[in-house]
């Protein structure tokens, strides 16, 4: 067996490995690169295999740093099947889809400005043809995806649908266990069920996000958005919360269902202003089976995410309308940070408004506009004009899809618990600071740790 690490090397996005196995070559997912723009486009266009040299995928789950490339790999001419579980398909479909467009309108965008043709990575009718060749696997039920290949998928509890992959490999007489650990969840995150490690690896690829600190907990968390929600709304101000269209809006509608239950929070309008979010949140009510059954309000409620207050605005104009409309409210929006979609109209509107709060619920990767919410610098660039921040910004880590340092290393002794254990320790998905941290820890508890570069490539 060989390994390629082709993305999310010392880095958090393009989430992408190729294993090379029986003469076979299969991706462990496909992720678009974000960040810096001109050189996430460079790394973007370039595929790190020939499509028709590619014999299969296995997709993770279906966030867009995993997921965002498959379109211009069929664009390409891969012809090989993307395995799945269910939800990761149906929420593909639409993140594909919308990735497909912000793709569009930026080449349109560009061919404008430097008055010639910008092709645009793909298109929606690259998006449509990509769900075709993926085929779904329910979770904990072994496949055959090649004679002498055997794939699993695994709770992951980072997303709906989101999975840890199992491959085993029978090559010369001898079976090969690598494990991917895809994005590791955590215990206790709102609708979706806890992870749930594999037990015994020979060699083991895992994330590292949070490699370097550990989270509050949740319930530290939602005292917190019960407080910031409850001071802006005295204010007569805005919540403006960024969010993953996938997952985390799903979330903080959830919890903010709960405050408003518990009479924690008082009623105002929340405003789930984005599309995606919208589709998103109907295969979540698709899959209720993939719900964590022990949770209070799945119990209590059949209708988790429709309630008296909250609004699903999916028409621009209705968007465009909350900008004059008065605070309280909540408004819910897309990109999860801050690089497109709606919440950028929010932010050019509101960001100048002491009166306001700009809640930051998730990781902000280097060189975004999320970022510099986060570090408060005194303006933002959005849509080309310098907008002060005023708003006041409040950061909760505590609902962070992502297992902190314990977590992670929790999850690697459960690997570790079964048999083989593993020999080789690949560290992915994350800056270069979080891993260096947990490398450091893992090697203390006696792992073989590495920590590849982009295109590195190892024998197993
Ligand atoms: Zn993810
Ligand atoms: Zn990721």
Not at 258 to 281: G, H, K, M, W
Request: with cysteine; charged share 25%.
């Amino acid at each position: 067996m060989e390994i390629t690490f082709a993305g999310a090397a010392r880095e958090v996005t393009g989430s992408c490995h190729l294993v090379h196995t029986n003469g076979r070559t299969i991706a462990l997912d496909f992720g678009l690169f974000q960040g810096r723009r001109s050189e996430s486009d460079r790394k973007n266009r370039e595929l790190p295999t020939d499509p028709g040299q590619l014999d299969a995928v296995v997709l993770s789950h279906a966030h867009i740093d995993h997921a965002g490339r498959l379109p211009l790999l069929v664009k390409s001419g891969f012809r090989g099947t993307i395995w799945c579980t269910p939800a990761t398909r149906d929420l593909s479909a639409y993140m594909l889809a919308d990735s497909a467009h912000i793709q569009e309108k930026d080449a349109e965008f560009l061919t404008r400005r430097r008055k010639e043709h910008a092709e645009p990575l793909y298109s929606m009718a690259d998006a449509a043809l990509t769900l075709e060749q993926m085929v779904s696997v329910p979770y904990d039920r072994p496949m055959e995806i090649f004679p002498g290949v055997r794939v699993t998928f695994v709770e992951a509890g980072h997303i709906l649908g989101s999975a840890s992959v199992i491959m085993e490999c029978e090559e010369r007489g001898r079976t090969i266990k690598l494990v991917f650990s895809g994005d590791i969840g955590r215990k206790g995150l709102p609708i979706i069920r806890d992870p749930a490690p594999p037990a015994g690896a020979d060699v083991v690829i895992v994330e590292s996000t949070y490699g370097n600190r550990d989270h509050p907990t949740m319930h530290d968390a939602k005292d917190r958005l019960a407080a910031i929600v409850t001071e802006t709304a005295k204010r007569g101000g805005k919540v403006m919360i960024p969010a993953f269209a996938v997952g985390r809006t799903q979330e903080i509608l959830y919890e903010l269902r709960d405050l408003v239950y518990q009479r924690r929070i008082p009623e105002i309008p929340i405003f789930i202003d984005s599309p995606l979010a919208i589709n998103a949140t109907s295969v979540f009510e698709l899959h209720p089976d993939a719900f964590d059954a022990r949770e209070d309000l799945i119990q209590r409620s059949r209708d988790v995410f429709r309630f008296n207050l909250v609004r699903y605005t999916r028409e621009a104009s209705e968007s465009k309308a909350l900008n004059t409309m008065r605070g309280p409210m909540v408004i819910i929006a897309a990109s999860g940070m801050v690089e497109s979609g709606r919440i950028l109209h929010h932010l050019a509107n509101g960001a100048d408004d002491p009166r306001n709060t700009i809640l930051i619920v998730g990781f902000q990767a280097e060189h975004t506009l999320g970022r510099r919410i986060v570090e408060r610098q005194p303006t933002i660039k959005v849509f080309g004009d310098e907008i002060p921040l005023r708003a006041s910004v409040e950061v909760i880590n505590g609902y962070s899809a992502h297992a902190d340092r314990t977590e992670l290393r929790e999850w690697m002794h459960h690997v570790r618990s079964g048999k083989p254990s593993p020999s080789r320790v690949f560290l992915v998905h994350g800056e270069a600071q979080a891993q260096d941290a947990f490398a450091a820890v893992l090697r203390s508890d006696g792992f073989h740790v590495e920590i590849p570069d982009r295109m590195t490539h190892v024998a197993i």
